[in-house]
């Protein structure tokens, strides 16, 4: 799985000019699921996502997490970030988990979420057109990469 957090004072949804999902300061965090990934994938993105330091303590030094905070979390599946490209000028989605695979990590993904943060997860729709709206703290992105059955990998 992939999954690229950005630390922001806010962020919305939009489907069909429906707000779908909204937060307030908190994470942005957009999922990808490769094949292979597993329950046990998901359950330690999560882990990873709600205990990663981004935050500023007292100091300003990235130190308190999203569970620290008591921050928001805003979930978005995007498949693309799973996109191989490597070659050529269009990307290839063959490392990309197949939709039936993605949509079922995914609502672990949230459920596990929900379960570590109740009443502070918002998501897009999964496999709709979604505009997503953000204001970025910092800015603060992170790509982080969990191999299913293997050690995090992370960039």
């Known amino acids: 799985m992939i999954l ?5 004072s806010e962020a919305n949804v939009r489907v069909d000019d429906e707000i779908v999902g909204q ?4 994470l942005l965090a957009f999922v990808a699921v490769e094949p292979g990934d597993d329950d046990a994938t ?3 993105l999560v882990d ?3 205990s990663y330091r981004v935050f500023g303590d007292d100091a300003g030094r990235m130190n308190l997490s ?3 905070t008591g921050g928001e979390l805003l979930l978005v599946s995007q498949f693309t970030l799973a996109a191989d490209t490597r070659k050529g000028l269009r990307p290839s989605f063959t490392t ?5 695979l993605g949509r079922q990590l995914f609502e ?3 459920e596990y979420a929900r379960a570590a943060l109740p009443g502070k ?3 897009g729709r999964f496999g709709a057109e979604m505009k997503v709206s953000l204001v970025n703290d910092g800015p603060v992105t992170f790509w982080l990469r969990f191999s299913a059955g293997a050690a995090n990998e992370s960039r």
């Open 121 to 123: 997860v918002a998501t």
């Open 23 to 26: 937060i307030g300061p908190g």
């Open 42 to 44: 998901a359950r330690r």
């Open 66 to 68: 999203l569970a620290d």
């Open 96 to 100: 990309a988990a197949a939709p039936e």
């Open 48 to 50: 990873r996502a709600v």
């Open 4 to 8: 690229l957090i950005q630390r922001v």
């Open 108 to 110: 672990r993904v949230v």
